[in-house]
């Protein structure tokens, strides 16, 4: 068999009047054979080669299921639908996955990346690609209507016939533009006649001219001239306006006898004319299938409307695309319009002869009219009812034919359709389609039947005589118009026409060659004109059209014969008298398109009368003048009308009938050939071109080369015709396509093939040039034509190899070696031009190389293999490696379109080892170009390779599996290459990488398992790589739903500095390049944005929005119609960047255009996921096997996609193949995939992939550098699985949920500790957070899954008061806590197991045995190290392992732990959410504090919380709570060092140091959590770090003026430095610590008493505080901040209210408040000043309840404010009756502390009697005393004799020791302070002070020796003996000072000393008289 077959496709019927040559006149036909030639290229067979331009059967059902991808759970679903079922949401979607795949999990990547893949706009890319044509069967016609005449309604009456015509008629010019529609109507009373059966015309315009319209004019039978006849003026009167039935009875009768006619009435109607009310003005303007409403001129003016069917409009006309429903365009020449029916009132009278003058007189004032109405509609409008309004109407055009029509005739076959699928219908559209086409009459169009469109009178257009198209039909017509007769007197005349051949008898019967006026009628001898009554001179306006002779002898000629007749007779039938006869010779009549001649008329005829003899015998009217003038009109396809042309043509004749050798005048006549007219040229192409192909192929040489030469003139003129009108330099004249496709025939011709001498005359001409000869302008348009030419050659060697016997195979055609090195020499030439015009002519050049390239492509099918491999070989070895740009480019497009070929996969390869040459030369060039330097080149490579498998993945031929494999292994060294070579495919742009990537996953898909084997087993390196591409084709691939878009932007921590670092964006990572010209996508291929393009310009709907934008983007410059502006064009042209164009062009689509390109879009990452997958899996299977032997133990390859393809969003059909794949990995290598170290590609893959998946990104906890890599993956697979867990719809959450449990158990299975794999998970579980949204609105549609968020009381700290309005938990954190509460539900599981799947033997405990436990303990050497409580040294012991680490217990302890993590972040984000509406800083501070608490066993999350809170506490000048969180991070990163034992110069004691200034930072860590984060890399855990934060928290201290806890941190610095032998810092360290302590001195020395700072308690009571309503804190403030202070503060916080809100109001007292007795709209605050209590006892009124701080530790977790009160309900009274309420208060942790407030756990309210209020007071005044003396004392040494620092010891035993020791002189420090207190305390006071106290509960002077109660019933005994202790006390306390005083004084203050003693001894006195024996009882104290 044969790949191209000859086809011979009948000729379908023709739109017009056509004959052959067997019809015609000709005598002699064999002697003529140039005329067979012309009957052959019009009526014989189309000549058609089967699969000349490619097949392509597109496989039929491809189909998009639905992907469903996660979306938020606040956001609408992206497709299908949820409900509420109980509390828990539900998904509903018809589509689930991609189940009807066979043995793939999905379908093909390159389908969903290129689903409109549409062939024949791919390979119209292709530099001078050539298009299929329809065959051209008819000429072109811009506007094609008809006519339709349904009745006559004559207001008279109808009682004769009324024929008439009806034609078109240009105004300009005056003359007709198509041939006599003639029709007739009888009347209904004239049985078995009737009217005309031809009522329909068909009409067609070249151009659309308001000087054209439509003439109709009227006949009836000729008049009656008696007396009693009726003349035509019966017809025009009003009164009557009926004829009577006298005078239609004798018109009948008259009618009857009478054949001749008359003219009745005529017409114009113009057809184009806007301007023109009465007519069909602006037929043309409005466009195709539109109505308009016109009104008429007067009834009686002449004007009239014709109901017309218009159609075919011409191009550029301004109307509007009209589009299918699919957003199509619909060719012009394919619309219609809707029929109409109208009504034309009058028509004019033809009183008189009319002229042309008179039918263009707008007036028409010397015109009666004629009451007579004719009524025009289309047949299928027959029930509309005529439009009764004076000039109404309506206009339908006619869809032109497909062969012929200017917007579609013979045009090329593009379909761009979409199906239902959103796919391209794509068929063989080449030949065949076209062979279809044929066989379904090609030429009419689709929308209209072949009987409607062939049905009616066909009228000839005038103007195909003229138009520059090859004639398609065979006719050979005349036209004859008898004009004027000018006799000498007035006559009845009519004239009567008739073709003679001689003149020999005139009795003899003329030829039957007129045509009759009924269309089917028989041919006529003769044809008479109306008759014109009594006229001079007399005017007729008939037609007569003659049938002339093939061959015009000069013989031939027409003679015109005059008749009178008497129209008074009434006898019998009128008889007509010869009164004259004229003659014209058809050789005259021939010699124009068109002509006028005046002929003599001779009054009678004789024999022989052309000759001249017989001429002058003759007898002639008005002395032989020439009174009668005709019009002639030439419509021949047999003549033409150049001379030069008939000429060749008779040349030919006598070439092919006498001798075969060239004379001097054929060459002659050939030489002529390029004088002749263009059009004449085109008229006749066809022929013309067969006869010069028939010298070349049958000649000598010299004969050869004219006919070659000018064959090349001609065809080289016709294409220069065609290029004005096309808009494409390099398009193909149709009509030589046409030649070439369907006309060409040899052996149709009986002719030998033509190749030889086409190819030989054209090579000789070439090595002429190429040796330097002149060859003059044909060798240039020869290279012009090279396409035609080659083409040919093409044609006639398959001609000839459909004569060879066909078998099974595929026959090809072993050229001759002679004619085979003449093609290869022409071959080479070319290609030297090709070369040469590159950069002279580069045009040219293109032409050239795609000629060159086709020539190749047509050789496959038809010439043998190895002869067209030399020529393809040839054509690559002039284009070796990387060249210029436009060479490149040729070779690119030569390949292109070479292994587009139908046998491009059963072509053999050239060598024995070699499978297919051509897919070998195609892959190595195609890789060679991905490395060139021109980006376009780059981009042409990898659109190629993309194109070539697509095709493939498409054509239903290659759909059996053994097909797709070899396929797929004859593309399997592209991605070898690649992967050699990885360095240049990253250097592409991401569009080349995406269409490189699906190529190879489309190959991979197609490759079984022993290909992949051999493919991994070459090289390790090479399958990293392979997986790594991979990785990157699953970020390209990715979909990101716009849903998910708003909800998954990460956010850094709110309130902080610097947030997390961010992780690169894919687009980042992998170089993204813009795209040149913006796209509604860059998911899918360039092929199906630009068909989303044609879908956008035909979309009438988005029209005005589209105009908007474009005027928007250009600033109101819009050039251009409405319809044919592009929004991509304009973007393109913009500066609006690339990501922008892309919103505003996806906004621009159709709605199901923008639908279907979401669902290709989630398609091709659907499909991209699951294909890795399932390589995945076999590549797992392989492993586990031992098939690779390459090393794989980190199992890199595996973890790497795995990761990435986690962190992306994957859709439902995705995790239905997954869950269990996943299992079985883990299964086979969950310990391998967990140890060994991670492969850098994959971990920036993976952190590419994540942030490129919207959720993933950088974290909360810092890390950044890659550690361990099992960590790392762990990390990065919980992090992506949580991500899952917190969207929907619940089968992703669920399957999310079970693969994290099943990763979970392989954690603790193989990693052996549970606490490490919790930091991990922390860590994972912060990054998400980091990433989600947390709260949001409360939403009714939410109901009540909504769960509020608040900080529990429990958490440490209280919050913003100002709440940020009713925020809830979004519905992420709702799914995220739903999904870790079910993660330790055992029960759940087994069924979800059941339904992915899965064995329960996933989820079953593993219990390890002895033997087993016991070899993994040997391995296990560096076991963790614990602290144990209450030791000073580290001990290190080896914990026992757990038996069954996997178990329930433990995934509920990692659930608890998560879930806490889960609420602080919730709790974080509720605070930070109330700075929105108030500044409220505490929040900020307790937001961080929560945080840290949360992450309290992760150190390095707690470490960068805490920094947070320490930059919060420097913003609020808050340096003590400062200075603690940087002592709380030194001491974690000192015990992490001393761990990881680095630099071990820190101890136990040194961490006693910091924890009992920070008492929170004494945190349980255990050592594998230190060990886990330092893997990450990211940890501070340094002991630059430890020395920074140390140096930070002293700086802190030293603000805060905490002088000592300033020194402890800078001391603990000293051991470092010393071990470092760091002397300069030693000194420097030294040097602050000295003036540190002198800053102490001062602190000390000062008079003032030093106060660190104020505390308050503060209550918080109304609904508005939310969370910490009714709840008490305990604020630490500066010093200097009072009371006030305070308040404002405070109410500037929290007073932030809307304007219909109550003032917060402050409560004044400091009593306990009542909630209940509070208004319930209003916001209280009680504010108090608190005092702390150190060292507290069970009674704390008893001894010193209030000691003040010691130096060194002021730290207080109990505080107390005092309320007096009365008995009486007074606050004050007297002191006998003053009681005292005493509150305390106990924080939850000491103060300062991480936080500035502390909430009050737990308060106590104890009331003082008056008596112990008394005691209170001497006690405090002697402990004050006894407290300064022991201090001074102290710091002096004089308390050295009593041991120790007087720090130590009980104050009253220092200074007994001190006045033990001697009676010297003291040294005392603070001198002032001491003498401030004694002059206090012993100078006399009224009513104050001790002797008040004994005035008020002391009788004065009692008896006895004893006291005695003032008011004994009030004081208990033992109350006054406490008392009088406490006063004996104070003496002698007061006393001691004294001599101390006075033994430390100088000589200056003896004077106040002695005050002082004076004092003493008076105030004993006073107190002796309440208290007897008061100096005895002082001595015995």
């Not at 007087?1846 to 005392?1868: E, N, T």
Request: hydrophobic share 40%.
């Amino acid at each position: 068999m044969s790949l191209l077959e000859i086809k011979y496709v009948p000729r379908p019927p023709t739109l017009g009047q056509g004959s052959n040559l067997d019809s015609m006149i000709l005598p002699e036909a064999e002697e003529v054979p140039h005329l067979r030639e012309l009957d052959f290229c019009v009526n014989a067979d189309f000549v058609h080669i089967e699969n000349k331009y490619g097949t392509f059967i597109c496989e039929p059902h491809l189909t998009f299921a639905k992907q469903v991808f996660p979306s938020n759970p606040g956001d609408p679903p992206p497709g299908g639908t949820y409900r509420q079922n109980g509390g828990e949401e539900e998904y509903e979607d018809p589509y689930v996955g991609d189940r009807s795949m066979d043995e793939h999990y999905g379908g093909s990547t390159i389908m969903a990346y290129d689903p409109l893949f549409n062939w024949d706009s791919e390979r119209a890319a292709v530099i001078g690609h050539r298009l299929p044509i329809r065959p051209i069967t008819s000429p072109s016609v811009g506007t094609r209507f008809s006519v339709r005449i349904l009745g006559l309604n004559v207001q008279a009456g109808l009682v004769e016939p009324v024929c008439g015509t009806m034609c078109l008629y240009h105004a300009e010019r005056r003359e007709k533009a198509s041939e006599d529609f003639h029709f007739q109507f009888l009347p209904p009373q004239w049985d078995g006649e009737s009217t005309s059966p031809d009522t329909r015309a068909i009409f067609s315009v070249d151009k659309e001219s308001a000087a054209l319209c439509l003439l109709v004019q009227l006949e009836k039978a000729a008049s009656e001239e008696s007396v009693n006849g009726i003349k035509p003026a019966v017809y025009t009167r009003k009164d009557p306006p009926t004829l009577t039935d006298k005078e239609a009875a004798r018109l009948s009768e008259w009618a009857q006898v009478m054949p001749f006619r008359e003219p009745l009435a005529w017409i114009t109607i113009p057809l184009f004319d806007s301007s023109v009310t009465g007519g069909v003005g602006g037929f043309g303007a409005a466009g195709g299938g539109i109505s308009g409403v016109g009104s008429s001129g007067s009834l009686g003016g002449g004007g009239g409307v014709l109901g017309v069917e218009g159609g075919g409009g011409t191009p550029g006309s301004g109307t509007s695309p009209v589009v299918d429903s699919n957003g199509m365009r619909v060719p012009a020449y394919e619309l219609g319009g809707p029929p109409v029916q109208i009504d034309i009132p009058s028509l004019n009278r033809a009183k008189e002869c009319y002229t042309d003058d008179q039918l263009l007189d707008p007036k028409k004032k010397s015109q009666k009219p004629v009451r007579v109405s004719m009524h025009f509609e289309d047949p299928k409008k027959k029930s509309q009812k005529p439009v009764r309004v004076s000039m109404h109407f309506e206009v339908e055009r006619l869809p032109g034919p497909a062969g012929g029509g200017a917007g579609g005739a013979g045009g090329s076959v593009t379909p761009q359709s979409l199906n239902s699928s959103g796919r391209g219908v794509n068929r063989a559209r080449s030949q065949d389609s076209m062979s279809s086409d044929l066989d379904d009459v090609a030429m009419v169009p689709r929308s209209l039947s072949v009987s409607r469109f062939l049905s009616g009178f066909q009228a000839i257009d005038f103007t195909d005589m003229v138009r520059a198209e090859p004639f398609t039909r065979l006719v050979h017509l005349l036209f004859v118009y008898p004009q004027q007769v000018a006799l000498p007197k007035k006559l009845n005349l009519f004239v009567r026409t008739e073709l003679r051949m001689d003149d020999l008898d005139i009795q003899r019967p003329s030829v039957e060659a007129i045509f009759p006026k009924e269309r089917n009628g028989p041919m006529l001898r003769t044809a008479s004109t109306q008759v014109v009554q009594g006229t001079r001179p007399a005017l007729f306006h008939d037609e007569v059209k003659i049938q002339l002779p093939a061959a015009v002898a000069p013989s031939h000629h027409l003679l015109f014969t005059f008749f009178h007749i008497d129209l008074s007779l009434r006898s019998d039938r009128p008889k007509p008298v010869a009164v004259g006869y004229a003659v014209m010779p058809l050789a005259a009549a021939l010699q124009a398109f068109k002509g006028e001649v005046n002929l003599p008329i001779s009054k009678d005829l004789q024999p022989r009368y052309l000759q001249e003899s017989t001429k002058s015998r003759l007898t002639y009217w008005e002395e032989g003048r020439p009174i009668f003038r005709v019009r002639t009109r030439l419509f021949s396809s047999l003549l033409p009308l150049s001379d030069r042309l008939r000429d060749f043509f008779h040349q030919f004749d006598r070439h092919m009938l006498e001798a075969p050798l060239p004379r001097e005048d054929l060459l002659e006549a050939i030489n002529a050939l390029k004088t002749v007219d263009v059009v004449v040229l085109m008229q006749f192409l066809y022929p013309l071109l067969n006869m010069l192909l028939c010298m070349i192929g049958n000649g000598v040489e010299t004969l050869q080369v004219a006919a070659f030469r000018a064959m090349i003139n001609v065809v080289s003129r016709v294409q220069l015709e065609l290029a004005p009108q096309s808009s494409a330099p390099m398009e193909r004249s149709r009509f030589l396509v046409h030649f070439v496709d369907f006309i060409f025939d040899d052996l149709g011709r009986n002719q030998p093939p033509v190749y030889p001498g086409l190819s030989n005359v054209w090579r000789s001409l070439a090595r002429s040039k190429s040796r330097g000869f002149r060859v003059g302008p044909v060798y240039a348009e020869a290279l012009q034509m090279a396409w035609f030419v080659l083409e040919l050659v093409v044609k006639s060697m398959d001609l000839e190899l459909a004569q060879v016997p066909q078998g099974d195979e595929i026959a090809r055609l072993r050229l001759e070696d002679e004619v085979f090195l003449c093609i290869r020499q022409l071959f080479e030439c070319l290609l030297a031009e090709v070369h040469e015009k590159a950069d002279s002519d580069p045009p040219l050049a293109k032409s050239l190389s795609s000629s060159i390239s086709f020539f190749c492509y047509d050789l496959i099918s038809v010439v043998d293999p190895p002869q067209v491999f030399e020529l393809v070989g040839l054509f690559l070895s002039q284009f070796v490696g990387v060249c210029p740009p436009m060479q490149h480019m040729f070779k690119l497009h030569f390949l292109r379109i070479v292994c587009d070929h139908d046998l491009y996969i059963e072509t053999p390869g050239r060598g024995p080892t070699e499978k297919n040459y051509l897919t070998t030369v195609l892959l190595k060039d195609l890789f060679v170009s991905l490395d060139h330097e021109d980006p376009s080149q780059r981009s042409l490579a990898a659109r190629m390779l993309a194109f070539q498998v697509a095709k493939h993945e498409y054509d239903a031929r290659y759909q059996q599996p053994e097909l797709k494999l070899y396929i797929a292994q004859l593309y399997m060294p592209i991605v070898n290459m690649i992967l050699d070579e990885v360095e240049t495919f990253n250097t592409l742009g991401v569009i080349q990488r995406r269409q490189i990537l699906v190529v190879m996953l489309t190959v991979v898909r197609n490759l079984d398992s022993d290909t992949l084997l051999k493919s991994w087993k070459q090289s390790d390196v090479r399958t990293r790589l392979f997986f790594t591409l991979l990785q990157q084709a699953l970020v390209l691939f990715q979909h990101n739903p716009q849903l998910m878009a708003a909800g998954s932007k990460p956010r850094p921590p709110s309130g902080s500095k610097s947030g997390p670092s961010k992780a690169a964006s894919p687009d980042a990572l992998l170089a993204v390049e813009p795209p040149p010209i913006p796209m509604f996508s860059d998911r899918v291929s360039l092929a199906t944005n630009d068909l989303l393009d044609e879908m956008a310009r035909g979309d009438a709907k988005a029209m005005l929005e589209r105009e908007q934008i474009i005027r928007k983007v250009t600033g109101g410059a819009v050039s251009g119609a409405k319809g044919s502006v592009s929004l991509r064009d304009v973007l393109a042209r913009s500066r609006m960047s690339p990501k922008d164009a892309m919103a505003l062009l996806r906004q621009n689509l159709p709605p199901s255009a923008s639908t279907k390109l979401l669902l290709w879009e989630s398609s091709v990452a659907a499909w991209c996921s699951l294909q890795v997958l399932e390589i995945l899996e076999k590549f797992s299977d392989m492993a586990a096997d031992g098939l690779v032997a390459t090393d794989y133990a980190c199992m890199d390859c595996l973890t790497g996609p795995l990761s990435v393809m986690l962190a992306l969003p994957q859709p439902m059909s995705f995790w239905e193949p997954f869950v269990p794949a996943f299992a079985e990995m883990l299964r086979l290598h969950g310990k391998a995939m967990l140890d060994g170290p991670p492969s850098a590609a994959a971990t920036a893959a993976a952190a590419a992939a994540a942030e490129a998946g919207g959720d993933v990104g950088g974290s909360g906890g810092g890390s950044s550098a890659v550690g361990r890599g099992g960590d790392m993956l762990l990390k990065d697979l919980f992090g992506s699985l949580l991500r899952q867990m917190a969207v929907r719809p619940e089968f992703i959450r669920k399957r999310a949920l079970l693969c994290l449990l099943l990763l979970l158990r392989n954690a603790l299975l193989h990693m052996r500790d549970v606490e490490r794999l919790r930091v991990i998970l922390t860590v994972a579980l912060s990054e998400v957070l980091s990433h989600m949204r947390l709260l949001h609105s409360p939403s009714p549609a939410l109901g009540p899954t909504s769960r509020s968020s608040s900080v529990s009381s429990s958490a440490g700290g209280g919050g913003s008061g100002a709440a940020a309005g009713d925020l809830v938990e979004s519905v992420e954190v709702e799914k995220l806590r739903l999904s870790l509460e079910e993660l330790g539900t055992e029960d759940k599981w087994f069924q979800l197991l059941d339904e992915c799947g899965l064995p329960s033997i996933c989820l079953e405990i593993v219990v390890e045995d002895e033997g087993e436990e016991e070899e993994e303990e040997e391995e296990e050497e560096d076991e963790e190290e614990e602290w144990e409580e209450g030791g000073s040294v580290l001990v290190g012991r080896r914990r026992k392992k757990e038996r069954d680490r996997w178990t329930w217990a433990n995934v509920e302890e990692t659930q608890d732990m998560l879930l806490t993590v889960v609420d602080a972040a919730s709790q974080h984000e509720q605070l930070m959410e109330g700075l929105k509406t108030s500044n409220d800083k505490y929040a900020i501070v307790e937001s961080y504090y929560i945080l840290a608490q949360a992450y309290g066993h992760v150190p390095d999350l707690y470490i960068m919380w805490m920094l947070h809170l320490c930059d919060a506490h420097q913003e609020m000048n808050q340096w003590a709570e400062a200075a603690q969180c940087a002592v709380s991070v030194a001491g974690i990163v000192i015990r992490g060092l001393q761990i990881a034992s680095q630099e071990l110069v820190w101890d136990e004691e040194h961490l006693e140091v910091l924890w009992s200034i920070c008492p929170l930072a004494r945190h349980q860590w255990r050592a594998r959590a230190f060990s886990s984060q330092s893997e990450f890399g990211a940890s501070s855990l340094t002991v630059e770090g430890a020395v920074k934060h140390l140096q930070m928290a002293s700086n802190f201290f030293y603000k805060a003026e905490l002088f000592h806890f300033c020194a402890e941190m800078l001391a603990l610095l000293l051991p470092l430095f010393r071990v470092r032998h760091d002397y300069k810092q030693l000194t420097k360290t030294h040097n602050k610590i000295a003036s540190i302590y002198e800053n102490v001195e001062q602190q000390e020395t000062s008079p003032i008493p030093f106060k660190d700072a104020c505390y308050y308690r503060v209550g918080f009571y109304g609904e508005r505080f939310r969370y910490i309503d009714g709840r008490e804190f305990i604020y630490r403030e500066p010093r200097d901040v009072r009371l006030g202070d305070i308040m404002e503060k405070l109410k500037a916080l929290y007073d932030a209210r809307s304007p219909d809100e109550e003032p917060l109001q402050i409560i004044q007292d400091s009593r306990q408040v009542d909630p209940s007795a509070l208004k319930p709209n209003l916001v209280y605050m009680q504010i108090t000043a608190v005092e702390p209590v150190v060292g507290i006892g069970e009674d704390r009124w008893l001894g010193r309840p209030l000691e003040p701080p010691i130096a060194g530790t002021p730290t207080f977790s109990c505080f107390f404010f005092d309320t007096p009160f009365t008995p009486n309900g007074k606050q004050q009274g007297k002191m006998e009756d003053q009681w005292k309420r005493r509150t305390l208060l106990y924080t939850q942790s000491t103060l300062p502390s991480l936080i500035s407030r502390q909430p009050v756990v737990r308060s106590e309210v104890r009331e003082y009697s008056p008596i112990q209020c008394a005691v209170e007071i001497i006690e405090s005044r002697s402990f004050a005393l006894e407290a300064e003396m022991a201090s001074q004392l102290g710091d002096s040494g004089a308390a050295g004799a009593a041991g120790g620092p007087a720090g130590k010891k009980d104050p009253a035993a220092v200074v007994a020791a001190a006045m033990a020791a001697g009676s010297g002189p003291l040294q005392l420090p603070r001198l002032q302070t001491l003498q401030r207190l004694l002059q206090g305390s012993v100078a006399l006071q009224v009513n104050s002070g001790v002797l008040g106290v004994c005035m008020a509960f002391y009788q004065a002077n009692p008896q006895g020796a004893n006291p005695r109660a003032k008011e004994p019933e009030k004081l208990q005994p033992s109350e006054l003996e406490m008392l009088t202790a406490a006063i004996v006390r104070f003496v002698v306390v007061c006393k001691r000072a004294v001599v101390v005083h006075g033994r430390a004084v100088t000589e200056v203050d003896r004077d106040f000393q002695e005050q002082l003693e004076q004092s003493l001894e008076d105030l004993e006195k006073e107190i002796s008289a309440f208290i007897p024996g008061l100096r005895k009882r002082a001595s015995a104290y």
